[in-house]
């Protein structure tokens, strides 16, 4: 209760629909809705921060509904 989560995302129309609480595509709107209900009954505020591709390549792969293990191996291909 009461804290910020800060999200971050190489998605920058993503970043400001969280910040904003807003979106213009309906099923977003609706996910908006849905994290505004949760944030009200949780008490606590989401924070989006936009981060380089380059520095968001494991969440990347994972987006693509890779394994962990095979998200891993995309985004570290030198082992991390």
């Not at 979106?23 to 921060?49: I, Y």
């Not at 990347?60 to 082992?79: C, H, N, W």
Request: charged share 20%; net charge neutral; proline share 4%.
């Amino acid at each position: 209760r009461g804290k910020v989560v800060i999200s971050g995302s190489d998605n920058t129309g993503v970043v400001f629909a969280v910040n904003a609480g807003r979106a213009t595509c309906p099923a977003a709107r609706a996910m908006m809705r849905e994290l505004g209900d949760l944030q009200r009954v949780h008490q606590f505020e989401l924070v989006g921060q936009w981060v380089p591709r380059e520095l968001n390549e494991l969440a990347d792969a994972l987006s693509r509904q890779m394994t962990l293990k095979e998200a891993f191996i995309v985004a570290y291909p030198d082992g991390g």
